[in-house]
């Protein structure tokens, strides 16, 4: 069965504070390109990742988790001399807050040398983020690799900017940034994130400037505001979809592979945005970045009584 959507990055185990008890941590899953993975599952899309974990328990535990969602993990390696990367998830008034413990992990430690080229050929869509760059040298060489790789072979690149200071420098993370754009074709970056990597403050300056880099579609998440969507000959503010929210991680990451699997099955920017702004506003009703990531079933049914009270 040939593969939709191809991620290469970075999965952790994720234990999430639970807010009726501080000391009481929910283990979950996590790492933004394993939740975009599942969320692209989870709206319809045959998905397959390439990572690596460790020979332990978490990385038994991911492997169940994709095997469960429908995840491919013909292209996981497994390293018998690193770890699981792990991170923790706290909440106050200010948010909630991220710690890793990921130096030296089994993903940081691919190489360029064990890409599955033929699988990546053969896909549809090839999806990396910046943090699959950020986390090693051999991990930034391998997923610039993966991506002119799937250039030449005329498969798609969708990249989610998701910067993360305490990785990489801003100088550095700048650089590959601009390398990796001239491979992508759809461009999923946060408002947070590109101002900083670009300098901008203006929706339209940043898109401008990211079509003009070649990128041939780009979905800016703004939150609570939506989605900017801009291809070459249009452009429009995607409205969001009002939920009350709980926890917001890995919402992100749920848009991004909503929006891909909807792009996959044929839909157009903006409305693979509509649908993609659904998906992720129902994963902020429940805690942790995988578990509330909703169904296409979910989802359609949510799409179809919105148009309802609008009709």
């Known amino acids: 069965m040939s593969i939709d959507i191809l991620a290469f990055g970075e999965a952790m185990v994720e234990f999430n504070q639970q807010p009726d008890d501080p000391t009481r941590y929910l283990q979950g899953y996590g790492g933004d390109t394993s939740n975009f993975c599942v969320a692209a599952a989870r709206q319809g899309a045959r998905t397959g990742y390439i990572t690596a974990v460790g020979e332990d328990s978490f990385g038994e535990r991911l492997m169940a988790l994709w095997t469960q969602e429908r995840v491919d993990t013909r292209h996981v390696r ?11 998830v706290s909440h106050d008034a200010h948010g909630h807050r ?9 993903a940081s430690r691919y190489s360029h040398e064990h890409l599955p080229q033929q699988a990546i050929a053969d896909a549809r869509f090839l999806h990396l983020s910046g943090i699959s760059l950020a ?10 690799a993966a991506m002119e790789l799937a250039r030449k072979a005329g498969v798609r690149v969708s990249l989610d900017t998701n910067l993360r200071l305490r990785l990489w420098s801003l100088a550095r993370a700048r650089g590959i940034m601009r390398e990796a754009f001239s491979f992508t ?31 041939g579609v780009v979905a800016l998440k703004l939150g609570e505001e939506g989605a900017y969507v801009a291809t070459p000959e249009a452009r429009s503010l995607v409205a969001p979809y009002p939920v009350r929210a709980l926890d917001a991680t890995g919402a992100g990451d749920c848009f991004g592979g909503s929006f891909i699997a909807r792009l996959a099955a044929g839909d ?33 049914a949510r799409l179809a009584q919105s148009v309802s009270v609008i009709g």
């Open 185 to 215: 074709d759809v461009c999923l970056p946060s408002w947070d994130d590109i101002t900083v990597l670009t300098g901008l403050d203006d929706r339209d300056a940043i898109v401008d400037h990211l079509l003009g880099l070649g990128i």
């Open 268 to 300: 157009s920017p903006f409305e693979a945005a509509r649908y993609a702004n659904v998906a992720a506003a129902l994963s902020t009703t429940g805690y942790g970045a995988v578990a509330p990531i909703p169904s296409g079933d979910t989802v359609l």
């Open 98 to 106: 991220f710690d890793y413990l990921r130096a030296g992990s089994a």
């Open 135 to 144: 986390i090693s040298n051999s991990a930034c060489d391998s997923g610039l």
């Open 78 to 88: 497994i390293d018998p001399e690193a770890p699981t990367g792990v991170y923790f």
